[in-house]
């Protein structure tokens, strides 16, 4: 029987704010995606490459986020003000040299990515048209996972959360005004996106180094925190290019169905990566209060909000496969009216909201391990579970099985996840106690 303790408490008090801070970029997405999805297949279709490849580029930069709330939240925990804010900086001037030249390999690089995933001329089109207006947000999108990385660390969410709200409501306004109103199409799109992705990132930005100056670190470039942040970050990096590489597979497998297929499974990903952001809040308190609580020395507290993650990553796993279940028959009409995207679409989610229960605990292991700074480990995991996913994937593109087939891999993709995590949770390796 569940009975609510301090442990829920705490795990409550970061998540429920870190959730709304979370589904922002897949809040984004899904009102990008309904509102294209309205000018027709094609467009839709030029999203899901767009998207796919953009969050691709910016999840493989999570580490930013991961990073400085594992190295912030374990120094905050161990007393060490200035020197979090410190990494904290160093984080931000990371993502502002990394944003620079990622933006500019996507807007070189936009034309040849579309080309290889996408399922026709048109759809190759109205991709590249959204990457190269996408590209000069890209340092945005980085600087708002270090700066929200940061304050979750000393535990601030409520920042992110208002900044997040404030960035939605400008979205969905922007991209109304510009793609209907304006009649500017996929590429009003992108750019609505891409200024509420800058107004969000300016305004967290001027937050952290506010802070910084309060807890006596300068905020200015230090090399030496930006190389320890960028070294610090390679694990990572590492662990996340092999989620984004299974992600990115999927949609090339799933444009070899057809551009209705390949439509309906734009909706299909961008449903689950709301529900995997909005199932990562509990992720996010795992990273947060596992660092606070190992950098403060307490290895049986850590112990026990472990076992309290667990339960809540089941129950909201739970939750969203039962939400995603009930809504499978309809969720199409509201992105597009075409009945060949609704037909491929429907036992696709049937399957996704199968997987949901695994996907919780997965990201609550997951979060936990990356507060630890057991980065290491996550990496070797996430090759050993690519190597079982894309066979699996590919398989369902050789014999052209359809959707609801590859999102079955994905299923696959989950429980290896799964075994990985939890034999290492099971372990003491990574409960390194201490600033």
Excluded: K
């Excluded at 000393?154 to 404030?166: A, E, G, I, N, Q």
């Excluded at 970050?233 to 996340?240: K, N, Q, S």
Aim: with cysteine.
């Amino acid at each position: 029987m569940f009975t609510w303790g301090a442990a829920d408490r705490q795990i409550v008090a970061v998540a429920v704010p870190a959730f709304f801070a979370l589904v922002s970029e897949p809040l984004m997405l899904l009102a990008d995606t309904a509102i294209v999805g309205r000018l027709g297949v094609a467009e839709l279709g030029g999203l899901a490459v767009a998207s796919s490849v953009l969050l691709t580029v910016v999840g493989l930069c999570v580490f930013l986020a991961y990073g400085s709330t594992a190295t912030v939240a374990r120094l905050h925990g161990a007393g060490h003000e200035r020197a979090a804010f410190d990494g904290a900086t160093g984080g931000l001037w990371l993502a502002v040299g990394l944003g620079v030249v990622l933006g500019g390999l996507l807007a070189a690089a936009s034309r040849p990515l579309a080309g290889v995933l996408g399922s026709s001329p048109e759809v190759e089109g109205h991709a590249t048209t959204y990457l190269l207006v996408s590209a000069p947000a890209v340092p945005a999108m980085l600087l708002v996972l270090a700066a929200t990385g940061a304050l979750r660390g000393v535990l601030d969410l409520r920042t992110p959360l208002v900044v997040t709200v404030v960035a939605n409501l400008l979205n969905v306004a922007l991209n109304l005004l510009l793609v209907h109103g304006a009649g500017l199409g996929v590429a009003g799109s992108a750019a609505g996106t891409a200024i509420a992705q800058w107004v969000a990132a300016l305004w967290l930005v001027a937050v952290v180094l506010r802070r910084a100056r309060a807890a006596g670190s300068s905020g200015r470039p230090d090399v030496a925190g930006v190389v320890s942040a960028a070294r610090d970050g390679v694990p990572l990096l590492a662990r996340t290019a092999t989620l984004r590489a299974a992600l990115l597979l999927g949609t090339a497998v799933a444009a070899t169905f057809g551009d209705a297929p390949l439509a309906a499974h734009q909706i299909a990903t961008s449903l689950v990566t709301f529900l995997a952001f909005a199932m990562d809040a509990i992720a996010i308190a795992g990273q947060t209060l596992t660092g606070r609580t190992l950098g403060s020395g307490d290895a049986e507290g850590t112990r026990e909000l472990t076992r309290r993650m667990i339960t809540w990553g089941v129950g909201t796993g739970l939750l969203a496969g039962l939400l995603l279940l009930a809504l499978s028959p309809v969720v199409g009409s509201w992105f597009t009216a075409d009945e060949q995207v609704h037909a491929a679409l429907v036992p696709a989610l049937v399957v996704v909201a199968a997987v949901q229960p695994v996907s919780g605990v997965v990201f609550v292991l997951d979060g936990v391990l990356i507060g630890a700074g057991d980065g290491v480990y996550l990496a070797w995991a996430g090759l050993a579970v690519l190597a079982v996913y894309a066979p699996l994937a590919l398989l369902a593109g050789s014999l052209g099985a359809g959707l609801a087939w590859l999102w079955l891999a994905y299923g696959g993709f989950q429980l290896a996840r799964l075994v990985t995590l939890w034999l290492r949770q099971r372990g003491t390796a990574w409960m390194v106690l201490g600033a």
